[in-house]
């Protein structure tokens, strides 16, 4: 293979440093490159050469750049791409990411586009627009083997050849006269049966299937659950429409998890590095200024306990109280709303787990409290006061960290019942709620527990 002149590139941005280079001898250099790593390079290259060096590739290289690009990324693309060229390269993608890249296309651009790729392909990506994106319908593929219950292993085999992209092709489908789904096998079951042998006779017909309406993240829980490798997606009348596959159901689960991180951190599911700056800015400050007002009432709430904090060594120790209630509120509601991300939290657990949460806030309480109240004991061990501060630190510790832990525990789980996403529980907002709820504890404690005895 033909290397280009001095040192071999270690990326894009190396490669289109050096003069010289023919179109040739960088196509050569594009295509010796994995189409995932191209695809992350030419995030780093600005929107021209990123045009440029796509116009190089080979459909089927194009392809898999396209499929692996960031959407953003990927929209400004497709939108600078000729529609011969466009039609091209997506004829040889996936039917859901076709359609994602057609309904991103203008008018013009989407009829032109349209007309030149393959009828069969055109008939499946039209089908599948009729559905929200986000759905099984969305998501499926129709690029599956489907066949008549009275065929045998040796006519199935024949069927499979040639007839699908082999990533699609672990599971073969029976299906009656009319469409509809009688059973499953696989391609290791048709080898270990003799040709004459009914597929009928060894097929699964136990078969897990969803509809196209179903939330995409909810198939992705349905295949977690039964450990499913591809999930058959029937109509009312319970004929085979479609098939969302592995890769299908990886994508989705990482789409999801993203999307569950992002609003875990207070902010919409906006990509972080490639979003416009003012989406970004949107997309964050919502529960920031939830948070900076919930902030605010500690500042009234410690006014109103004015009389109590005249006394300053009770204020030494309100930092790693708000601390270790945000903190332990935080795991608490991050561990919940990933259980009910992936269906493991169920309306019947919800007194369980919000129990075992408040045991374990108990514990890390007593734990805390003790030693934080051992620690105000003796840093002001002989000053009149010292062991009334030690006390009030370990009760309102372990008080703090038991509501902090419940109350973590129990938004998601209250949110979700109210139907809010039950992401947004955590994060900014969350804190922020147990830094109110902990200083005010902590500093009612102080008044009920005569401060007039702890250390000036």
């Not at 440093?17 to 960088?26: F, H, I």
């Not at 600005?46 to 750049?65: H, S, T």
């Not at 080898?191 to 597929?199: D, G, K």
């Amino acid at each position: 293979m033909p290397e280009p002149e001095g040192s071999a590139p270690e990326n894009l941005t190396d490669l289109l440093a050096q003069e010289g280079l023919d179109p040739e001898t960088l196509r050569t250099c594009l295509a010796s490159m994995h189409p995932v790593d191209l695809a992350g390079d030419l995030d780093d290259v600005d929107l021209e050469n990123r045009v440029r060096l796509f116009e190089l590739l080979e459909p089927d290289q194009g392809a898999q750049v396209l499929a692996a690009m960031p959407h953003e990324y990927r929209v400004e693309l497709v939108d600078r791409i000729g529609e011969e060229r466009l039609a091209g390269v997506i004829d040889r993608m996936p039917d859901y990411a076709v359609a994602d890249i057609i309904d991103h296309l203008p008018a013009h651009k989407e009829r032109s586009v349209m007309a030149r790729l393959e009828a069969e392909k055109a008939s499946d990506v039209k089908r599948l627009r009729e559905h929200d994106p986000h759905t099984a319908g969305g998501r499926m593929t129709r690029n599956f083997v489907a066949v008549p219950s009275d065929f045998t292993a040796g006519e199935t085999i024949k069927a499979i050849q040639g007839s699908v992209d082999s990533h699609t092709v672990d599971f073969v489908y029976v299906v009656d006269e009319v469409g509809r789904l009688q059973g499953v096998t696989s391609l290791p079951k048709l080898m270990i049966h003799a040709p004459e042998t009914p597929v009928s006779t060894f097929m699964r017909r136990d078969i897990t299937f969803v509809g196209p309406s179903m939330d995409q993240e909810e198939v992705a829980k349905l295949a977690q659950k039964y450990r499913l490798r591809a999930v058959p997606v029937l109509d009312n009348d319970m004929k085979l429409v479609g098939v969302v596959t592995l890769q299908d159901i990886i994508e989705v689960i990482r789409h999801e998890a993203d999307e569950d991180i992002m609003r875990m951190a207070g902010a919409e599911h906006v990509d972080p590095l490639r979003a416009p700056f003012l989406a970004r800015l949107k997309a964050r400050l919502p529960w920031l200024g939830a948070a900076m007002i919930l902030e605010l009432l500690i500042a009234w709430i410690m006014m109103a306990y004015g009389a109590t904090l005249e006394h300053l060594a009770l204020a030494y120790f309100i930092p790693v109280i708000m601390a270790m209630g945000g903190s332990l509120g935080l795991q608490s509601s991050t561990i919940v709303v990933r259980g009910i991300a992936t269906g493991d939290i169920t309306p019947g657990k919800t007194l369980r787990i919000v129990a075992g949460e408040f045991r374990i806030g108990v514990l890390i309480g007593l734990l805390a409290g003790a030693i934080t109240g051992l620690m105000a004991l003796l840093m002001h061990l002989g000053v009149e006061g010292a062991l009334t501060l030690g006390v009030i630190v370990f009760i309102s510790m372990m008080i703090s960290l038991c509501v902090a832990a419940t109350m973590g525990a129990l938004a998601p789980i209250v949110l979700q019942r109210l139907r809010f996403d039950p992401a947004v529980a955590s994060g900014p907002f969350i804190t922020a709620v147990n830094d109110v709820v902990n200083v005010t504890i902590y500093l009612t404690v102080a008044t009920l527990l005569i401060v007039k005895a702890a250390p000036r």
